[in-house]
């Protein structure tokens, strides 16, 4: 029956075959996917993840035989584009169930004619479909996606194209389903909405498959990688930190990579070994710490990536770089007030806070670009800035190539010269001479990188860069920005790009701007617990207070018990993990005669890195409870 299959298997594909545009994008691909299992799609652009969602939605068709799944399915779909109307806000998001919206209709129409025979059987099924919760769920949905109350009852046509898709989200998480299908859903989200939507997809009850090019939100949201390569599809066991080492040594296996594996990992190393000799005890840089640790073991999966550059940093630099006094920034009226910020050679800062607050707006004000309305912008003599944002990227001059920017920065290059350049932001052959009207997004993103790149800035201020990028170019930049000498201004919703670049946060928020003593964990609490006041209509939006002080004495001897276990237990992990990573650096491990079996090894080294990392926090939990005891 439709009922035991959904229990066993929601979705096949079963030796599907797909041509479109002469290109072979699947041959003979097998796929299951079973209840509530939630699936991470990923691979290169163009190795048909949106397609493979087409074909499950039957807008390209293909064998009939190569798919199958129950006829009721229940399947929601997250469109890309949102029509600017007069429909109101809150009844278009209230529309995605569409069910309750036809029950609705019939209740009306059979109050209207008087029809009270079928009224009662219609407000039943109305209760059953939770139809008087149903505004409610719907205002909790438009609160977590950074919507206000004030915005329930605006026309669509009211809201940007980004705001728009951000309702489009929220009707398709209104619609009750058994199959969720999620291409890109963190587009338009910033960073707080993003930390909402992947705590409400560990709650859905529903089977998803997730096409995303953020690695933490695939890491909280999914279990199952689905990896597409070389026209087929294998599933992986775990999250996408898990499938990317698996990956590594599945790669490893291959001889000749293995070498350069090594000096990847090598040069990953060093990085970490100069970073830890300097980081402070604060939860963030022991945060960004585990995130290099966690880049070493990944480093291998990425040697095939196409992508490979550096950000060089001019021979000059001035300390400070730029300083805000006193400063009111904004347009004809004040955004931010009274901000004191300074910028110093080697700093990593990261601007969190939610969509309008003014992070955009502060970094405009530290480029120059947006006049301060009051107070002091001051400039190291040797101040040169990198500066990214969505605003370069639109203005690239489409009509000429690649190569014609990167030559009107330096006349005395040759074309060699520049061919090599470009060619570590993967633009070979042809594509360096294409007008760059033929580029897609990320590709235009890349050329921005290049520019700024090439320019050697002493500051890299770095506004949603990774916008249109794909995993293998996220990575790429991630590392050229560890080894770049110069400052660092980073607003982000990719949040491995934070934790591995980010030593600081200032959080930016009801007009001013403060350092936000925390990691990105303590940031994700703190959103959660805004956006559940929000949605209960809370006016007070806090950080937990302390509980009073009391005789601490019995506590104090507690914590110290468990720090000196936890420091026990940590030398042991430590210890087996650097036996683990021994082991894996045998050479004789990769040879063909070799019995042991890797993907052991493999997953032992990532449950003693895990087990470490668990530990560690706890220890720090228990250290920064003491402290305040004492």
């Known amino acids: 029956s439709t009922s035991i299959f959904l229990k066993c298997t929601m979705l096949s594909f079963n030796n599907l075959e797909l041509v479109l545009g002469g290109k072979t994008l699947f041959d003979d691909v097998s796929l299951t996917i079973h209840h509530q299992q939630k699936v991470g799609l990923v691979g290169a652009n163009g190795t048909g993840k949106t397609s493979l969602f087409k074909i499950i939605k039957k807008e390209i068709e293909v064998d009939q035989s190569s798919i199958s799944f129950p006829t009721d399915l229940r399947i929601s779909y997250l469109a890309q584009e949102v029509k600017g109307t007069d429909e109101i806000a809150l009844d278009y998001v209230l529309s995605g169930d569409s069910n309750l919206i036809d029950i609705q209709k019939k209740i009306e129409n059979a109050e209207t004619e008087e029809n009270f025979d079928i009224l009662g059987e219609l407000y039943e099924i109305y209760s059953s479909l939770d139809g008087y919760s149903a505004k409610s769920k719907a205002e909790q949905l438009m609160v977590g996606l950074g919507f206000k109350s004030d915005d329930f009852n605006k026309p669509l046509k009211d809201f940007s194209g980004g705001w728009r898709v951000r309702l489009n989200l929220a009707k398709t998480l209104m619609q009750p389903s058994d199959l969720m299908l999620l291409d890109e859903p963190t587009n338009h989200l910033d960073l707080d909405a993003i930390l909402w939507l992947s705590n409400w997809i560990k709650s859905f009850k529903g089977a998803l498959i997730l096409i995303s090019h953020d690695r933490d939100f695939l890491d909280d949201c999914v279990s199952y990688i689905a990896h597409l390569y070389h026209q087929s599809i294998e599933l992986y066991s775990g999250n996408y930190s898990q499938f990317e080492i698996l990956r590594a040594a599945k790669m490893a296996e291959i001889q000749s990579n293995y070498i350069k594996q090594q000096k990847e990992v090598a040069h990953m190393q060093s990085f970490i070994n100069r970073f830890k000799a300097k980081a402070t005890k604060a939860r963030q840089a022991q945060s960004r710490v585990k995130a290099l640790e966690k880049m070493e073991l990944i480093a291998p999966a ?159 201020l770095m506004d949603e860069p990774t916008n249109h990028l794909d995993m293998e170019m996220r990575h790429a930049l991630t590392v050229a920005i560890q080894t770049f000498k110069g400052a660092i201004l980073l607003i982000s919703h990719d949040r491995h790009l934070l934790n591995s670049s980010v030593d600081t946060f200032y959080l930016v928020d009801k007009g001013s701007l403060e350092i936000f003593d925390g990691d990105l964990d303590d940031y994700k609490n703190y959103i959660l617990d805004i956006k559940s006041s929000d949605s209960k209509e809370s006016k007070k939006k806090k950080l937990p207070k302390e509980s009073p002080k009391e005789d601490n004495s019995q506590k104090i001897k507690t914590l110290n018990s468990g720090i000196s276990k936890l420091d026990k237990r940590l030398y042991r992990l430590n210890t087996k993990l650097v036996e683990a990573n021994n082991k894996l650096a045998d050479p004789e491990l990769y040879s063909d005669g070799s019995n042991v079996d890797l993907q052991d090894l493999i997953r032992n080294q990532l449950e003693l890195t895990n087990e470490i990392e668990a530990a560690e926090k706890e220890w720090m939990d228990k250290a920064a409870e003491l402290d305040t005891l004492k």
């Open 302 to 460: 990425h040697i095939d990536s196409p992508f490979s550059f550096t950000i060089s940093e001019t021979d000059k630099i001035s300390n400070p770089l730029v300083n805000l006094n006193r400063a009111s920034l904004g347009y004809s009226e004040p955004i931010l007030s009274n901000v004191g910020f300074t910028i110093c050679p080697g700093d990593r800062i990261g601007l969190l806070g939610p969509n309008g607050a003014g992070k955009s707006t502060l970094i405009k004000s530290i480029v120059g670009t947006l006049p301060i309305l009051d107070g002091e912008r001051k400039t190291g003599t040797n101040y040169k800035v990198g500066y990214f944002s969505q605003h370069q990227v639109d203005d690239l001059d489409l009509s000429i190539s690649a190569f014609i920017h990167i030559q009107r920065l330096d006349e005395t290059k040759t074309e060699k010269q520049i061919r090599t350049y470009l060619g570590g932001f993967a633009f070979k052959g042809d594509k360096v001479k294409d007008p760059i009207r033929l580029f897609s997004g990320g590709e235009k993103a890349r050329l921005a990188f290049a520019i700024i790149s090439y320019q050697k800035p002493n500051i890299l």
